[in-house]
């Protein structure tokens, strides 16, 4: 123990000034700012009072091992996200070195404490209720819960009657009148559903404003049922009342979520589809015994498995499947890993999920074929190679001559310094468009060995480009702009917005509730998807220190989402893409708090071995 005490009088002091050297270069304080100094007694002293608690010295080495890889991947994130930040005014390859190095250490040091510190107090945590504490209302949540929702979206349906309509959602509705050519560029299934309720207003009123805002009203009726549907879960699982309320608010008042429920994009319900998706595999779970020990091995379970949650779940993969091509690749990712959890009860899920996928190709193929939808060209698909290679001619680095010659057959490489944009791949995409695609199409193969060697090349471009395409949505000091469409933008068609109450107060309430984001600390991190996304991983460690690995399919579908973001997105920074997982954080909590039916490490019992062996 005194070995132990003296070495940490040692250690304490240095990973202080290493995390305040850290501090102040992030925060981009002088040296001779008297907020060095603060920091590092601040860091000092919260290191003490850390190591003088119980569970600090008694963690196991599962959860220490946790929180450094935990806070090494925070911390790679940061060095890759702010490196030229950190490193200014330095030119010296041996001191740029070195600074990174020492500045790397001190954020390991702080995240490593802060995330330790948080998994040890997420131990104790209950998000259930002890029996005979429900209050009266408690059962009455989830319709409290669909009314709310719609209550507070109210505002903001009736100031941007018939809805949000930006230029993706113009495109649709250009395909709906027969203006443009049908393709699936924009999901054409969506399209569809847009174009149900749009003829609906036709027939009915004859006003094609009138029918957009059937589809408004349709998509906020679904998207409150899912949140409901959410809260039932809670209920049943007797989730503590403060925590359903939380989670209320945070569907119903946080401002994002009540301006999407208004906007006519297919990102929408999608992301309530993936939502009700996981919900369903937390009720799978639950019913098998998987969530809580008091389910386990034969006792009641909060759930069952009927076959409207079965009919449901087919809808929920099929629409995800369906409302985005990235959610088509995300569901067949996740497809093993969900047969292997259900393994004992293979039957059922290789059926459901078998006529999810089947739906989805019947769809994707012979419908599509003989309704001629037109596919998405091949470069629409290729938004991260694109921004990578542009990015070595961008940053004017020197390219062979074979290399250059081959770039060259299928887009003007002399355009691209002047058109290239590390936030946005569009203005590459049409550059291809405007070369030789089809060449481009015809030797797929060619090209990827190019890209490929083009990369061992020019490795620093390519990771300068892929850190500039993706940075936003794994780091968060990047900042988000919601709200600020149009009711309608500008088009050819006549669709003008017919706000039911417009007048300068409304104006001005909707500018403070959007800029208070950038006003207030803390509250903008909900806007964050870099910040949302560290959440998530954290969730993840926990839910992985309580020692139930299958809570961990929870969290598949989102995470393959996010992985074909990575790969594929075409913004570095587009909230609506990552959704989804904002939606279903509230979830990923109650998963993570969850309590251990076991050791630590210790799968639970399998309630059908449980019975054989009974």
């Given amino acids: 123990m005194k070995k132990s005490f003296r070495l940490h009088n040692i250690l304490l002091p240095c990973a202080a000034f290493f995390a305040a050297w850290a501090s102040v270069r992030a925060c981009n304080i002088s040296t001779f700012h008297l907020m060095g100094a603060l920091f590092f007694l601040c860091y000092y002293l919260l290191g003490r009072q850390l190591l003088r608690w119980e569970k600090v010295v008694t963690a196991s080495a599962r959860c220490r091992g946790a929180s450094a890889v935990t806070a090494a991947l925070f911390t790679l994130f940061y060095l890759l996200a702010d490196y030229t930040a950190l490193l200014r005014e330095l030119n010296s390859a041996l001191f740029r070195l070195g600074h990174i190095l020492i500045i790397g250490a001190g954020l390991f040091f702080l995240f490593y404490a802060l995330v330790l510190a948080l998994f040890l107090w997420m131990q104790d945590r209950e998000p259930t209720m002890p029996a005979g504490e429900c209050p009266r209302y408690y059962n009455r949540l989830p319709l ?38 049908v393709s699936n560029h924009h999901p054409w299934l969506h399209t569809q559903l847009i174009r149900l309720f749009y003829t609906a207003g036709i027939a009915l009123t004859g006003d094609p404003v009138t029918g957009l805002g059937f589809f408004t009203v349709f998509q906020m009726l679904v998207m409150a049922g899912i949140f409901a549907f959410l809260t039932d879960t809670f209920v049943r699982l007797r989730i503590r009342p403060a925590f359903c309320l939380v989670s209320l608010a945070f569907y119903a008042v946080l401002p994002y979520n009540a301006i999407y429920m208004v906007t006519m994009w297919k990102d929408i319900l999608f992301s309530g589809m993936t939502l009700l998706f996981t919900i369903l595999l937390f009720r799978f779970l639950a019913a098998g015994g998987f969530l809580f020990p008091e389910h386990t091995g034969g006792g009641e379970a909060p759930f069952r498995i009927t076959p409207v949650t079965c009919l449901l779940y087919v809808i929920a993969g099929f629409c995800m499947c369906m409302f985005r091509a990235n959610g088509f690749y995300a569901f067949v990712l996740t497809l093993p890993f969900l047969l292997l959890c259900f393994r004992r009860e293979w039957k059922k899920h290789v059926l459901l999920n078998l006529l999810i996928l089947l739906a989805a190709l019947t769809i994707k193929g012979p419908v599509m074929h003989a309704c001629q939808v037109a596919p998405p060209d091949f470069v629409e698909s290729l938004s991260i190679p694109i921004q990578l290679a542009a990015r070595v001619y961008a940053d004017g680095e020197a390219v062979a001559e074979q290399d250059d010659a081959m770039w060259n057959r299928i887009v003007d490489t002399s355009a691209i310094a002047e058109t290239y944009e590390s936030f946005c791949s569009d203005h590459m995409k049409n550059l291809i468009r405007q070369g030789d695609q089809d060449y481009l199409t015809a030797h797929k193969g060619d090209y990827l060995r190019l890209w490929l060697r083009f990369g061992l090349a020019h490795p620093g471009a390519y990771l300068r480009g892929y850190i500039d395409a993706t940075k936003g949505y794994w780091y968060p000091d990047v900042p988000n702009r919601i709200g600020s469409d149009e009711r309608i933008a500008e088009n050819p068609y006549g669709l003008t917005a017919r706000p039911l109450i417009h007048n300068p107060l409304t104006i001005k309430i909707k500018e403070i509730v959007f800029k208070l984001p950038d006003m207030v600390p803390l509250y903008g991190l909900l806007f964050s998807l870099g910040a949302m996304f560290w959440l998530y991983l954290l969730l993840i460690g926990q839910t992985w220190l309580r020692g139930i690995y299958r809570r961990l399919i929870l969290f598949l579908p989102n995470g393959a989402i996010m992985a074909t973001l990575f790969a594929a997105t075409p913004v570095y920074n587009e909230f609506r893409y990552a959704y989804s997982l904002l939606l279903t954080l509230p979830l990923f909590l109650i998963c993570a708090l969850c309590p251990a039916a076991c050791g630590a490490g210790q799968e639970l019992p399998d309630p059908v071995e449980t019975e054989h062996a009974a």
């Fill in 144 to 181: 409290f819960s669909f009314c709310f929702c719609l209550l507070c979206w109210l505002p903001y349906f009736i100031t941007n009657y018939p809805g949000i309509m930006t230029v993706d959602s113009l495109n649709q509705y250009g395909q709906i009148i027969g203006a443009l050519p």
